[in-house]
């Protein structure tokens, strides 16, 4: 049993108001939920990054391909590599010298995507390192003989408050060398009513991945939540930039976690804070890149301007 798991879920409960962590939503069954929100068509963010490495892939490889001796294009959070794809193909067929290093924790996920990469890209160099991406990042700090650049797509950024961010950010820079990149995505602040049906679509995809987190309490800790007692709520501030996911009780009732040795109890109503999502804007960008030690370089956007990848250096 995940001890951290644990004692968070009872920090989180016992709180007022109460919250839980979203890195907890993914375990097997919230990696395939999280899956099928990527196919949902509110879900603009899939689809506006994979636009931007087709549309800039030729100014963005150029970016990346500065030296003679090459790079290693180091992923975190690889998951299918579907856009990544996109570049390593570029990459390849313009001859780059390039090593891709999709870092991950679990083996298995490595496995498959460089099976799948080596058919695909069949002379594509690739090498994937299992670990925690700060373990690895601090091996492969010591090789400095080779240009590195980071990649981490998907806005997964956002999922951190500010200061959790530029402590994410700042790691990444202790990372990095003088040369080295990083190459990461953020969701910008848009039309509202557009993010709110990114994060609330009506066929319950996003209530099922929200609630995974109450199933996995059940499963793992001998909760007795009834998931239906709980509805997935949705909101966003346009001023902060700041999305916001909850689950809110419809009734009162106790819930009993037996491994916790507790009983929690729900007034009507009652939320408990489960994610935050953070929209952003250039200025925002430059504020937490100057917090962290890095300055921007270049960023790259789709058509409609919801979505950039930014390029980091220090
Ligand atoms: C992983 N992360 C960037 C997603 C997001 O957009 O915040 C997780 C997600 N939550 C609800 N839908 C998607």
């Not at 962590?21 to 395939?32: E, L, N, P």
């Not at 250039?282 to 100057?290: E, Q, R, S, T």
Request: charged fraction near 30%.
């Amino acid at each position: 049993m995940d001890n951290t798991f644990k004692k968070e879920v009872l920090e989180g409960l016992t709180s007022f108001p109460k919250y839980l962590s979203s890195k907890y939503i993914y375990d097997k069954k919230g990696d395939k939920l999280f899956q099928d929100i990527m196919a949902m068509p509110e879900y603009y963010l899939t689809n506006c990054e994979f636009e931007i490495l087709k549309t800039h892939k030729e100014a963005i490889a150029n970016a990346f391909n500065d030296t003679e001796k090459g790079f290693d294009l180091i992923e975190l959070g690889a998951g299918d590599g579907k856009k990544t794809k996109v570049l390593l193909k570029h990459l390849q067929e313009k001859n780059v010298n390039y090593t891709y290093k999709p870092i991950d924790i679990s083996q298995n996920a490595i496995d498959n995507l460089v099976t799948a990469l080596s058919k695909e890209i069949p002379k594509i160099q690739v090498a994937g390192e299992k670990g925690e991406y700060f373990e690895v990042l601090e091996r492969l700090k010591n090789f400095k003989d080779r240009k590195k650049v980071i990649m981490v797509l998907g806005s997964n950024i956002g999922n951190l408050l500010h200061p959790k961010a530029i402590d994410f950010l700042s790691k990444l820079k202790d990372s990095m060398n003088e040369n080295d990149l990083l190459f990461m995505g953020f969701d910008q602040k848009k039309n509202p009513q557009t993010i709110l049906d990114a994060y609330n679509d009506l066929t319950g995809i996003t209530e099922a991945f929200n609630k995974n987190l109450l199933n996995r309490i059940n499963k793992e800790l001998g909760g007795n939540f009834n998931l239906d007692n709980f509805k997935h709520w949705e909101v966003y501030d346009p001023e902060t930039g700041t999305a916001k996911s909850y689950l809110v009780a419809t009734k009162e009732m106790l819930v009993t976690i037996d491994s916790l040795d507790i009983t929690i109890s729900f007034d009507a109503w009652e939320t408990i804070h489960t994610e935050i999502s953070q929209k952003y804007n250039d200025k925002v960008v430059n504020w937490l890149a100057k917090e962290s030690g890095l300055h921007i370089e270049k960023d790259f956007t789709d058509s409609k301007g919801y979505y950039k990848n930014y390029l980091f250096k220090r």
